[in-house]
């Protein structure tokens, strides 16, 4: 599948949706996850929207991403229109896979704003058919999340965590390891979005880019992932764990170093209350000298369910507070530490705002300058699918050790669950 890059800078708005009288006042129901973040954000707006359109009632449900993805599959499936939500955020590597199975489902909101104040890679994954589907919402630009004082134990110091080469982070992680009992960071067999970060900083992921086919086999940043993956599995340097909840308690209960995640991750780190002043972030690790130190891991855009029982209410609250209030979107970036998917993030006042939380350091400023150098992939519409078929083969490179025949065999299954989608 090949992505339509859009000039929609001259695109005209609707006009503003009919306001409805008390009588006639509305629900409008969004579907997201992370009670830290995109709730979070999602209350706020409702909060705030609903001061002056006491009319209309928003309701924010908390529900995981794979049960918003199942839910709504059924339903749309059946056409049981009447179960559906108002509003759902998708991760952006679910996007295409959706708009291909149910593109007429979604509301196209190309003509109710202006879609050239967002990152190109943003408003592409939210577009198909040269019509825009969503309202871009966090970047996932990634970085390298530590705990300086865990690392000032084993004599290192905020100069070391520059520019690193995953060679580097790894020499590092054993010293680490050695000198105070910390992994470095934790890894979940189940879910592989270090493997990601490493993919997309080397400009390239599962499928090629123009979709057609798997890349697997002869995919040399994969082989590089697989590679990094075994020595931090063997070395110590990282710590299994299993799902979310692991994940996240295992460094706001201080139990390893480094989190290398999305910029989505800040909220979770920020609950630990008695860490401020304790972390910093840096570039992530690269695997070689000369690579930008640049990638994604997540992200998500907001859409419009066109056949929900209020989609015309829920396209006008979306757009006023996602798409065109710049003072919310300000106020989130020190509310819920999120990174606006825009190209000009100078427009925020928070923008330059020093962190007490990361010792002063410009956090927003930071992430936001390596949003524009994030290499640019095509992500498919199976990323979670083929990953299951990779991470069922790394643990077979952990028995025998033979990357090379777990690519291969990689491949096969691979090109066989993109061929499904065409």
């Known amino acids: ?3 339509m890059i859009l000039c929609l800078s001259g695109c005209q708005k609707n006009e503003p949706l009919p306001q409805k009288t008390e009588s006639e006042k509305s629900e409008v129901v969004i579907w997201t996850w992370d009670e830290t973040f995109n709730v979070k954000a999602a209350k706020l707006a409702a909060e705030e929207y609903t001061k002056q359109n006491p009319q209309i009632e928003i309701i924010v449900e908390t529900k995981e991403r794979e049960e918003i993805l199942s839910s709504i599959k059924n339903s749309l499936s059946a056409k049981a229109y009447d179960k559906l ?3 759902i955020m998708l991760e952006d590597y679910d996007v295409q896979g959706m708009l291909l199975l149910y593109e007429e489902e979604f509301e196209n909101l190309a003509d109710m704003t202006e879609y050239n104040k967002f990152s190109e890679y943003k408003t592409r994954l939210c577009t198909m058919n040269g019509k825009v589907y969503g309202i871009p919402f966090d970047s996932g630009a990634a970085a390298l999340f530590y705990r300086i004082d865990l690392l000032e134990q084993a004599g290192f110091c905020e100069k070391d965590m520059q520019h690193l080469t995953w ?3 790894i020499e590092i992680g054993m010293e680490v390891y050695e000198k105070t009992g910390y992994a470095m960071l934790t890894l979940d067999p189940s879910d592989f979005p270090v493997m990601r970060i490493i993919m997309q900083s080397s400009g390239r992921w599962y499928v090629t880019q123009d979709g057609s086919r798997a890349d697997i086999a002869e995919n040399t940043a994969l082989q590089s992932a697989f590679e990094i993956y075994k020595r931090l599995i063997e070395t110590n340097v990282a710590r299994g764990m299993n799902g979310w909840n692991e994940f996240i308690s295992a460094f706001q209960n201080g139990e390893v170093v480094c989190v290398p995640s999305g910029s ?3 909220s979770n780190i920020k609950e630990a ?12 690790p690269v695997i070689a000298e000369s690579q930008t130190a640049a990638s ?3 992200g998500s855009s907001w859409f419009v369910l066109k056949n929900s029982q209020n989609s015309e209410d829920a396209a006008r609250f979306l757009v006023e507070m996602f ?5 919310f979107l300000d106020t989130l970036i020190t509310q819920t530490g999120v990174i606006p998917a825009v190209k000009n993030p100078s427009v925020y006042t928070n923008y330059e705002m020093e962190d007490v939380f990361f010792g002063g350091q410009k956090v927003t400023k930071f992430l ?7 290499p640019i992939v095509n992500y498919g519409n199976k990323t979670y699918e083929i990953e299951v078929v990779v991470e069922s083969e790394f643990q077979n490179v952990l028995i025998d050790g033979n990357i090379d025949l777990a690519l291969e065999r990689a491949q096969m299954k691979a090109d066989a669950l993109v061929r499904e989608s065409e």
Do not use: H, Y
Not at 274 to 284: D, F, P, S, Y
Not at 323 to 327: I, K, Y
Not at 368 to 374: C, L
């Open 323 to 327: 798409a065109e209030n710049d003072a």
């Open 85 to 87: 939500p108002d509003i």
């Open 296 to 298: 994604n891991v997540g």
């Open 1 to 3: 599948m090949i992505f």
């Open 264 to 266: 989505w991750i800040i």
């Open 167 to 169: 060679d580097r982070f």
């Open 273 to 284: 209350k008695e860490q401020e002043g304790l972390w910093r972030v840096a570039q992530i």
């Open 368 to 374: 936001t300058s390596i949003t524009d150098e994030i």
